[in-house]
């Protein structure tokens, strides 16, 4: 079945440093990648998204990379802050009829300042 | 734009009782409103999705006599836990699509549901 894996599940850094999390998704249709951020208790919130024909985004200090021909798609969070630390999950649009999102497990990001 | 509400934020309910969550778009119509679980220190579990005016598409495992999901407008879907347990016990997280699903998925706020 469909499938996003997702890694690291947890991430310390130290203030200031780059942090990278990293997903791999198995439906090879896939065609549209979101990013979440998710405080404890609080709904799900949109950081970046890519679609498949594009290969790199980037808002500010976060970027999201794709690389459609090995299934991996990468956030990347540079000069870190404290308010940072949060879980990040990575999704996939599911491209079957009902266009769900498969997520990957989730990375706990630690901020240290 | 693109908000979406729930209600109860959260709910303490007794076990073998029904409990109803909402989940409403309140600046645009949502043809798609997706329903997720979601058990502390873990991911979002898709648990149905639901189109305006049709019988929801529950997930593999979802008991869909035990979680009825109705989505009778374009801005309302409700979710509703029956003959609760204390199993049943989770952040329940919806969120509205427009154009069939196609579009961005906007989240709700949650439901935290604790069955005694």
């Known amino acids: 079945g469909e499938n996003v894996e997702q890694h690291p599940s947890t991430l310390s850094v130290q203030e200031g440093d780059s942090a990278v999390i990293k997903c791999t998704y198995s439906d090879s249709a896939s065609n549209y990648f979101p990013w979440y951020k998710q405080e404890l208790g609080k709904r799900p919130q949109l950081i970046i998204d890519?679609?498949?024909?594009?290969g790199e985004k980037k808002d500010q200090r976060i970027a999201v990379t794709l690389n459609k021909t090995a299934k991996h798609f990468s956030l990347h969070i540079t000069e870190t802050q404290p308010e940072d630390s949060a879980v990040y999950f990575c999704a996939a649009r599911s491209t079957s009829g009902t266009y769900k999102y498969i997520f990957g497990t989730g990375t706990r990001l630690k901020v240290l300042a | 734009g693109a908000v979406v509400s729930q209600h109860p934020s959260w709910v303490i309910c007794k076990s073998g009782t029904s409990v109803k969550i909402e989940c409403r778009s309140l600046d645009f119509q949502a043809t798609t409103m997706f329903w997720y679980r979601q058990f502390p220190k873990q991911s979002l579990m898709l648990m149905a999705t639901?189109?305006?005016?049709?019988?929801?598409?529950?997930e593999q495992g979802v008991e869909k006599d035990k979680f009825l999901i109705n989505h009778a407008s374009l801005t309302l879907s409700t979710l509703t836990v029956t003959s609760a347990h204390p199993e049943d016990s989770s952040f329940y997280i919806c969120s509205a699509a427009l154009a069939g699903g196609l579009g961005e998925q906007y989240f709700g706020p949650g439901t935290r549901l604790t069955v005694t």
């Open positions: 639901s189109n305006e005016g049709s019988k929801a598409t529950y």
């Open positions: 890519i679609r498949s024909n594009v």
